[in-house]
């Protein structure tokens, strides 16, 4: 255990042990949102390319989305970290932090990519036509009638994957990343009090929470607004 | 004027939608295109509005082949309302009536904010500003959807089957209120509606088929098309 860890049990008190959990949980959405960040920004170009009707690009990502989204998620974790080193040429030894947010990265890229697609996907035809009725270059078309109104429909489900991965962070224990989930194990183990990991779930159920609201209210919004997709 | 000259079109791999079409619709009054469901009109104002490429004959607008047209200076004079509008939801009504000034005419926002404003109270829908389309009526969209076309200020603009989802009643006031919008541009009202066309317009053409088997005064090929004398043959 490095100098953050806890100390013995007769000085671990709820206060300090506290401390060393929020710590972890600091970590653990700092990885979580820098993966979302990017995953969020690989997801926009892999959701249009996914979304047009042909061609190898679209089958290779295809092919990757469907893989990264059959495998479990814990297997990508320990693959990069362990197994993608051992890669000729193109292997690369990685920090436990940077294998966490490369492996959660694609991870989340790929659930958000099928959700861009779905999204875009449902923007009706219509819509691009009735935009190119008004002039609107096919950048212009995009950009202010069809990514506004795919985006919002695709909040929602957006909203789930963001949830689905922060969760999915406290994995990132098992390549020895000192997160919530490593800390909270750390302070149990010291103390033989199991109600920590309760301590832990509160700590991710106070971030999750609101944002699975927050989904909701934008379904609500868009439902009051009348949002109808023709 | 836009005059249409044997305009054929066939879409891939099925039967001829368009054959030998030819038309001409003149500035200074209200024009239509009538015909039963799949008689073709559909494809006739999607290819007069470009998009379907066609291979036979020739669109002019004022002498020009409207594809030899800048896409830009194409779409500013040629105004399409669908039929199912198509308002873009997620703007307000306000919203959708700038997105092509500021976008495509370059316009500075407060402008065409103004000259929105200014339409909305022109076409008596000024209180629907900031309405999303989602929550106006079938009616009012259809409105909406004409004033945000003439903001382009169109040499031609043309309306696909308005009337087809209104009651009776909405599709004689707008026709109403569209005859007092006829100083604005060159409407062509596209439709199966013999009633409605014969409120709006003046001149006309009668496709069944993909032929046009009528064409002159709207009164003239109403009646001929309740006597059912304009019937397919071949």
């Not at chain 2, 209104?166 to 006829?182: H, P």
């Amino acid at each position: 255990m490095g100098e953050d860890a806890p100390g013995p049990a007769d000085r671990m008190t709820f206060g300090r042990a506290l401390a060393f959990l929020l710590r972890g949980f600091v970590l653990t959405l700092l990885v979580a949102a820098a993966s979302l960040l990017l995953g969020f920004l690989v997801s926009i170009p892999v959701g249009i390319v996914l979304n047009l009707p042909g061609g190898v690009v679209r089958l290779v990502l295809r092919a990757v989305v469907d893989f990264i989204r059959g495998t479990p998620i814990l297997i990508q974790l320990l693959f990069v970290y362990f197994g993608w080193p051992l890669i000729p040429v193109v292997g690369v030894s990685l920090s436990p932090i940077a294998a966490s947010i490369l492996a959660l990265t694609v991870n989340s890229a790929a659930y958000m990519a099928e959700v861009v697609r779905s999204g875009l996907m449902s923007v009706s035809p219509g819509q691009r036509l009735a935009g190119r009725a008004l002039g609107l270059r096919p950048w212009q078309v995009f950009r202010f009638v069809v990514w506004p109104q795919a985006f919002r429909i695709a909040m929602p489900p957006l909203m789930n994957s963001v949830v689905a991965l922060i969760k999915d962070t406290a994995l990132i224990s098992v390549i020895t990343v000192s997160e919530l989930i490593a800390n909270v194990r750390s302070v149990v183990s010291v103390t033989w009090n199991p109600a920590y990991y309760l301590v832990a779930a509160v700590l991710f159920f106070i971030v999750t929470f609101p944002l699975m609201k927050l989904a909701g209210r934008v379904e609500r919004r868009m439902k009051e607004r009348g949002f109808a997709n023709d | 004027m836009i005059e249409v000259e044997r305009l054929s079109f066939r879409y891939p791999g099925g039967a001829l939608a368009l054959k030998e079409v030819s038309v001409r619709f003149a500035p200074g009054k209200v024009s239509a295109v009538l015909g039963e469901s799949g008689s073709g009109k559909t494809t006739f104002l999607l290819c007069i509005g470009r998009f379907l490429r066609f291979r036979k004959g020739t669109v002019r607008l004022d002498g020009a082949d409207i594809r030899t047209l800048p896409e830009r200076e194409f779409r500013r004079r040629v105004g399409i309302v669908f039929q199912h509008l198509y308002l873009f939801p997620h703007l307000t009504v306000l919203e959708n009536m700038m997105l092509a000034p500021v976008h495509v005419l370059g316009r500075p926002g407060d402008e065409a904010e103004a000259e929105a404003r200014k339409m909305l109270d022109r076409l008596d829908i000024g209180d629907l500003a900031q309405s999303y389309p989602g929550q106006v009526s079938g009616g009012q969209a259809q409105r909406v959807a004409i004033a945000r076309a003439l903001l382009l200020r169109p040499d031609y603009l043309f309306l696909d089957e308005p009337t087809s989802a209104l009651d009776a009643k909405t599709a004689d006031d707008f026709a109403a209120w569209l005859k007092g919008l006829k100083d604005t541009t060159n409407f062509v009202v596209v439709t199966h509606n013999l009633l409605f066309a014969e409120s709006v317009a003046t001149e006309g053409v009668y496709l069944s088929g993909g032929r046009v088997l009528d064409t002159g005064p709207v009164g003239r090929i109403a009646g001929h098309a309740r006597a059912g004398k304009l019937v397919t043959r071949g």
